[in-house]
Structure formats: structure tokens, C-alpha cells
């Protein structure tokens, strides 16, 4: 299986899961050029997956569907999401040629968000978090709340380590900003800044990275780590209440963050 960053918009990656055949499984095209132009290279949609509603994420279906009428389009039980063919949510598992995932509620940015995990072949399991979880961030919450978004990050938490993560943008270098703010004496957020503004440099994604790497540094799946209730409290200017406060005050502090 090879893995295909297509970017598109200002920040966005189409994501390509490629069999040995040149089939791909495409996540989130909230554009369908970049996916019609990797088609001149190989490329054959087999299926696509979303993980949300939001335009830069589903705003490409209808143009795929349009070229390949009958390409199978797995998305959440949402109207505003009207160019599915195949509803699906919490527990339903996608077994479509070499391709094996499940999926998984993950509510907070979007009442109806899922996420996609697994793959095919030997490599490692991927993860199709959409705006869920970043590299070193995580997504607003625009229709959730605090307690469920915390749930839903504990949940993509909990996956095995080796997981790479393909988040719907390229945020990582502004999501370490912040995370250095709140963090700044972790060594491994450190570290994986310094390669991201490398990689950035020389023009590549700083994705995916890897579950391991992101329970080491991103601050919101470190909501118990002394180091982040610390910053919280000082901001605060008392002791947190409990885990989902310190997730909700990190989420505000990083809403109003300017590096």
C-alpha cells in the first residue's frame, strides 16, 4: 500500500490509500481536481470515505460522482452530506478489496464526525481522523462539547502507537507554537518541531505522524501530564476542576493563541 498526501485548498490533504493495482480508497476530497489529476499518474478511485460535513472536506464528491457514478461513497448518517451512497457510524467495519477499517464515532467538532481505522496489507494501521486530531492540535468545536471532544481524542488515544495519523491539514508548525507555549520543557515536542519545520523546508508533509509521537506531544491528548495541568492552573489561576476543564481551557487558550 503507498499512502498519497494530494493537497489541496490553502492547507488541506486529500488523503490516498493506493493498492499495488493503482486502486485507492480517497478520504475527505473537499476538491475533486487534485484527485482527477492524480488519475494521470495511475491512480483509480475505488472508494471514497469522509469523515465530516464541512465543504473542504465533502465539497469534491458530487464532481467524482459525477465522472464515476457508481464509486461507492462511505460517509456519516448526515443530510448535509447528500452525495453518499453508504451511511455509516460507530462499529460498522469497510472490507473493500485489500482494504480493511473500521469506524469510529468521534463527536466535538461536528456532531456527526467519524474517523477511519485500519488499512491494508503489512504496513501500519492508519487513521483518518479528519478535523479531529492534528499533529500536535486538535479541532475546534463548532457543534460539540468539551466532554465529548475529550472523549473522542481519549478514544483515538487508546489506538496502538504505530498508527499513522492523517488529519484533514498541514497545522503541525502552528500547533507547535502553541504547544510549546503550554509544554515548552517536553523534549519530544521539541524534537518533532524542529523536524517539522525541516520537513516544511524542504517542501514535504509533516504527515503522518504516528499515535506514539502525538500522546508524547500533543498537549490535548495530555490533559493529565503535571507539566499541562500546570500551565492550565497557572492560566486559570487556580487548580482545574478535573481532566475535561483542563481540555476546555487549553481549547480556549489555543482559540486566542497568536505566536
Known sequence: MRLLALPAFEDNYIWA????DGDALVIDPGDAAPVLAATGNGLWPAAVLVTHHHADHAGGVAALRERWPTLPVFAPDDPRIPDASQRVGEGDRIELKN??????????????????????????PHLFCGDTLFSLGCGRMFEGTPPQMLASLDRLAALPAHTAVCCGHEYTLSNAAFAL?????????????EEARAMRHAGRPTLPSTLGQETATNPFLRVDTPSVRAAVA?????????????FAELRRWKNDFRA
Open 17 to 20: 490509500l493506493v493498492d499495488d
Open 181 to 193: 507555549a503550554v509544554d515548552p520543557d517536553n523534549p519530544a515536542l521539541r524534537q518533532r518541531t
Open 99 to 124: 482494504w480493511r477499517l473500521s469506524v469510529m464515532a468521534v463527536p466535538g467538532h461536528t456532531s456527526s464526525h467519524i474517523a477511519f481505522h485500519g488499512g491494508g496489507g503489512d504496513g501500519p
Open 234 to 246: 497557572r492560566r486559570l489561576g487556580r487548580a482545574p476542576a478535573d481532566r475535561v476543564e483542563v
